[in-house]
């Protein structure tokens, strides 16, 4: 007896062959999508907050999306993605320990800058600061970063803010001993620092994170 091959069964079959064999590219260019930017930010030469922070975002997008397809995955997919992911950490452990290292280094320069050689250690103290030397210390301070206000990021103010709050705490424990006239120069510069940050803070530039930002 001749089999009889109906016309719609062959394009059923057509159509569901095409469908997996279109699912089937768009896991694998999705794998390769996720390879592709993971080989990328491996490439770059130093990593700070901001930069990881964006890269973690693209990984965290790109990644989202193999996980939605975790069903349709074959095993060498599933293999391909679990290589990927073991990279990532690989390279995530190494970025954050640089990120740490650099910004403990910039710290350093910054508050070189801002005080003076090794005045500011790990502990932040301020004891160095006393009644007769407070109102240079305020003056070496805002004049500094009024000279270098265009080329803070945000990392950098936050650690302004941070030294000057540790500094205005030291000012209030020696106020009653300052020096006449002190008090009113000081107020002066504290003025001129918050014009400064209002202005400047909020539109710090961002460290360039355009390497990570062209491969998302």
Known sequence: M?????PALL???AFVGACSNEAEKQNKDAIGDLRNYVDSVSKIDSYDNERWTSIES???EKSTTVDAKQAELNESMKKDYEKIKADYEELK???QAQVVQNQNAYKVVLRNALFGEGVIGDDMG????TAANAAATYDRFVNTVDANKDNYSRE???EIKVLYEAMDTRKNEIEKELPKGDNGKIAGLKIKFA???ATNRPGAKIDENSAAKENR
């Open 2 to 6: 001749k089999k009889i091959i109906f």
């Open 195 to 197: 014009a400064i940050k």
């Open 58 to 60: 693209g990984y965290q």
């Open 156 to 158: 950098d103010w936050d």
């Open 93 to 95: 452990a190494k970025a």
């Open 126 to 129: 301020f004891g160095f600061m």
């Open 11 to 13: 394009t059923v079959a």
